[in-house]
């Protein structure tokens, strides 16, 4: 048995990110990942600015009870003078501080009358102003090279004056599925039939995590269909996923296909349920990942084996999903001697780790479960879990991005 952990670190290091990059501009950059770091050509805020609407003052020319001329009115986008000793200057929300001036009072805080302005509370030296650079300096970097972009990034790219971004190139993936039992949703379906499930749902999940590309194809169980699907596939895309076959049974051609294709395909039987059948192998320099047949199997294994390396293909940097903690909610107890992979509801309590309360049917058929499920709770193998006991879990929400 291969240790889950190693399988998806295994996994997450297959393939490199891709060594080109293009340019796309601000509007279509987002959901991508960015290939050149972005480095601050400018102080934000690139000038002295008030945080408020009211009065700039020179803080050593208040004294209580004494008005003060209003020198100007320098509206958003006016250019401000110069401050006179003793006078103000009314300014807005975002204007850039007078020369001469260092605090603002708010104008909750003033009373206007006859272009003169009396405060009626003593102000604090410095106050309300926005410095120059205190958000980003000249010269950091504001956005990592394997960045996601998405709208804050947006926001502090567009802040630079910035229109264009440089992205990794968009992974195209393969997806092939087998077997003689499986019809096209939309099609009519003979008893001894099933839909095939695993090929809209594993296109879901590609496409949720930013892959616009994805090739589905579907072979019968005969080497000459899965052969043909293979050239297409490996010819077309960047990555090739299989679904099924892959086992030990005599329609299990998956494997021999590969082989015949000259790759050498690691089968392996990971440490996890469900899943555990899961084989990578390398053919025309692309990596081939085989699923297993069962759909919460495929999508238990998607999630937490296959992302990982389609995040690293995409350029991502982080391409482990984040592990949290919650208690256990179950009235049965848990133990096997492989990890444990429970579809679940995470329920958030006030000042307490979430409760994590697992689907009746854990059997990897269920599709309902997987639609009733928001996270995967990671139960030990060789343990006893029980109620209230702390556990990690994946939130798929989050994740499967
Ligand atoms: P296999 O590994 O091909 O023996 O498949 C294991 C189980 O998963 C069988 O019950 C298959 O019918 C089912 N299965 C395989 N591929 C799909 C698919 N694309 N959609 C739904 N069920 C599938
Ligand atoms: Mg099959």
């Keep these: ?63 209580p009870d004494v008005r003060f001329p209003i020198q100007q009115r320098c509206y958003a986008g006016d250019t401000p003078q110069a401050l006179q000793p003793g006078n103000a200057i009314r300014l807005f ?22 272009d003169e302005v009396l405060f009626l509370e003593a102000p604090e030296k410095g106050r309300h102003v926005r410095y120059r650079g205190e958000d980003v300096r000249q010269g950091t970097e504001i956005v990592p090279r394997g960045a996601v972009l998405d709208a804050a ?33 939309g099609q ?48 077309e895309c960047d990555l090739v996923l299989t679904v099924g076959g892959v086992s030990v049974g005599e329609k299990d051609l998956v494997k021999p296909t590969i082989e015949q294709l000259g790759a050498t395909l690691d089968m392996w039987r990971v440490n996890m349920k469900p899943g555990k059948p899961v084989a990578l192998a390398h053919a025309r320099n ?10 919460v199997s495929a999508f238990v294994v998607y999630a937490l084996l296959v992302s990982p390396l389609v995040r690293t293909m995409q350029g991502r940097t982080q391409v482990l999903p984040a592990i949290q903690y919650g208690t256990l909610d179950a009235d049965r107890e848990f133990s096997g001697s492989r990890i444990s992979f429970l579809r679940a509801q995470a329920h958030f309590d006030k000042n307490a ?20 499920a928001d996270v995967l709770a990671r139960i030990p193998a060789n343990t006893t879990t029980r109620k209230d006991d702390v556990v990690a879990f994946y939130d798929l929400a989050h994740w499967l991005r």
């Excluded at 960015?34 to 004294?63: C, E, K």
């Excluded at 975002?94 to 009358?113: F, H, K, L, Y």
């Excluded at 692309?286 to 759909?295: A, E, H, M, R, S």
């Design 93 to 114: 929300t975002g204007s850039i501080m007078p020369e001469g001036a260092d605090t603002v009072i708010m104008q909750e805080n003033a009373r206007e009358e006859n």
């Design 286 to 295: 692309k990596p081939i990942v085989c699923l297993p047949g069962n759909p």
């Design 153 to 185: 990034h947006v926001a502090l790219i567009a802040s630079q004056g910035i229109d264009q971004v440089s992205v990794f190139p968009l992974l195209k993936v393969g997806l092939l599925t087998t077997g003689n039992e499986l019809v096209a949703p």
């Design 1 to 63: 048995m291969l240790d889950f952990d190693v399988a998806q670190s295994r996994l997450a290091t297959a393939a490199n990110a891709p060594a080109q990059s293009e340019d796309v501009s601000l509007a279509d950059c987002i959901g991508r990942v960015l290939a050149t770091p972005i480095v601050a050509t400018l102080d934000l805020p690139s000038a002295d600015n008030s945080a408020m609407d009211g009065y700039a003052i020179r803080f050593a020319d208040y004294q």
């Design 353 to 372: 780790l979430p409760r994590l309360i697992p689907h009746g049917d854990q059997g990897s058929a269920i599709i309902s479960s997987l639609a009733w």
């Design 188 to 235: 009519p379906r003979a008893p001894e039939q099933i839909y095939n499930s695993n090929g809209p749902m594993l296109t879901a999940l590609l496409r949720r995590q930013g892959v616009q590309s994805v090739k589905a194809l579907h072979a019968d169980d005969n080497p000459e269909s899965i052969t043909r699907a293979f050239e297409t596939l490996l010819a």
